[in-house]
């Protein structure tokens, strides 16, 4: 389902939320770990690309939760499982191509990518572990992406990664006004009925 003329008004705002719907979040179970795709969801647009245009790096925080009960008006049940992670994208303007770095334990970095696949590399990195979810018992899934507003950058970054303790608590609190946030919620699915891949991204 594409995104409708409310939905692009609000991204260009700087907010998007994408409502319970067909196919809004994809998932993958792999290695123990649950990932998804967003089909509908582009975070590479507005005044974080205006940024990465004009040659600074943009910060992107990741929150990926499993949720016990369907969330309703932004507010959200407390999670079965979540993950946590932080990216840093930069623009190469001579080949009009992104890289991403990953923070945290486990660092990775890629380069010479379009937005559509620098943004898929991001959630392809976001694994939500799968021991917390009953096989039969239904769950939510809430994805939420906040571009990093530069306040928050001190108490977030740590060695050798990111302080996911100040990570949780930014996303415990409503986005600041103007920052540019998006959020997608989709359910229910049971863990019994995802699709499991052994390697690879396993979407078709």
């Not at 991204?11 to 993958?28: I, K, M, W, Y």
Request: proline share 7%; aromatic share 8%; hydrophobic share 45%.
């Amino acid at each position: 389902m594409p995104l409708g003329r409310r939905d692009l008004l609000l991204a260009a705002l700087g907010s998007v939320r994408t409502g319970l719907g067909a196919e809004a979040l994809r998932v993958r179970v792999a290695a123990g770990s649950l990932f998804v795709a967003a089909p509908q969801l582009r975070y590479l647009s507005g005044r974080p690309l205006e940024r990465l245009h004009d040659g600074a790096s943009v910060w992107f925080d990741f929150q990926l939760s499993a949720l016990g009960e369907r969330p309703a008006a932004g507010a959200a049940p407390g999670a079965i499982a979540r993950a946590l992670e932080r990216f840093a994208f930069s623009y190469d303007l001579w080949e009009e191509k992104f890289s991403v770095s990953r923070s945290g334990t486990t660092r990775a970095t890629v380069s010479h990518l379009t937005s559509a696949l620098a943004e898929a590399w991001c959630l392809d990195h976001l694994p939500l572990p799968t021991a917390p979810l009953l096989p039969d018992r239904p769950f939510w899934l809430r994805l939420e992406v906040r571009a990093e507003d530069p306040k928050d950058r001190p108490a977030l970054l740590g060695e050798p990664g990111i302080n996911l303790s100040r990570l949780i608590e930014l996303f415990s609190r409503p986005s600041r006004s103007g920052q540019a946030s998006w959020l997608v919620d989709d359910g229910p699915f049971r863990l019994a009925d995802l699709k499991s891949t052994a390697r690879g991204n396993g979407f078709g």
